[in-house]
């Protein structure tokens, strides 16, 4: 065997070792997602496929939506990614993204949700979803019963949003403003309405008038300056 051919057969089974070590398979993928207390777990398909059933503690980031780049900031790229979509092509790309976006360990599942259900693993049933949903009829109630409302659109996987919980959590105390918490994995049809591309974002509304929108980490003190009454 020629000094080249050689070079170039090594060079070959180096990249596909390197490869498959990103490839999990479904029992494999289950042990190392229930091994971690909080899993930072992908599901990469669209809201309606997310809500027809998904793996537990799973974050929905569709691939092929238009704010999957923007949204993927929000994650921790030291921390270990699992990536799934229906059968693993889409999920096989995301993870490409990811890697070239800077995060370290990114394992795909290997024939996705359909290699999931084979192996009769559990997904979490749509009604979950549904538990967490918010509709429109429901905000619109809101604004006309308080007089001063506000609106966190925010998501379990969001950096920002958690540090900008005890916020809202010491000014929902303080019993002047009703807040509303909107999961936008939950509300796939909310989030594009209000045209969410990034988050968190606050909407504040006084006497059924919006009055200001707050994008990214807010003070308290900015919060109240949406409101001229009752602060």
């Not at 091994?35 to 809201?47: E, I, K, N, S, Y």
């Not at 993870?95 to 990114?106: D, S, Y």
């Not at 999961?183 to 968190?200: A, G, K």
């Not at 909407?203 to 990214?216: H, I, P």
Request: net charge positive; aromatic share 8%.
């Amino acid at each position: 065997m020629s000094r080249f051919l050689f070079f170039g057969l090594a060079l070959l089974l180096a990249c596909t070792a390197g490869n498959s070590q990103n490839q999990l398979d479904a029992t494999a993928f289950s042990k190392a997602v229930l091994a971690l207390a909080h899993p930072q777990l992908l599901d990469v398909r669209t809201p309606e496929e997310y809500a027809g059933g998904h793996v537990n503690n799973a974050i929905n980031i569709d691939v092929n939506g238009t704010n999957f780049t923007k949204a993927i900031t929000k994650l921790d790229k030291t921390t270990p990614t699992y990536v799934y979509c229906l059968a693993g092509s889409r999920s096989a790309n995301a993870a490409e993204i990811l890697a070239k976006a800077g995060f370290k360990n990114v394992y795909n599942l290997q024939g996705g949700v359909l290699a999931w259900k084979k192996n009769k693993l559990p997904l979490t049933s749509a009604t979950t979803a549904k538990a967490n949903s918010i509709s429109q009829a429901d905000i619109d109630a809101a604004i006309k019963k308080y007089p001063q409302v506000l609106i966190d659109f925010n998501a379990k996987w969001c950096g920002p949003c958690k540090k900008m919980e005890p916020t809202l959590v010491a000014l929902e105390k303080e019993g002047n403003v009703h807040l509303i918490r909107v999961d936008i994995d939950n509300n796939p049809v909310l989030t594009q309405q209000y045209q969410i591309s990034e988050i968190p974002i606050l909407l504040a509304y006084e006497n059924g008038k919006q009055v200001m929108r707050f994008e990214g980490l807010q003070t308290l003190a900015m919060i109240k300056t949406a409101y001229k009454n009752g602060q």
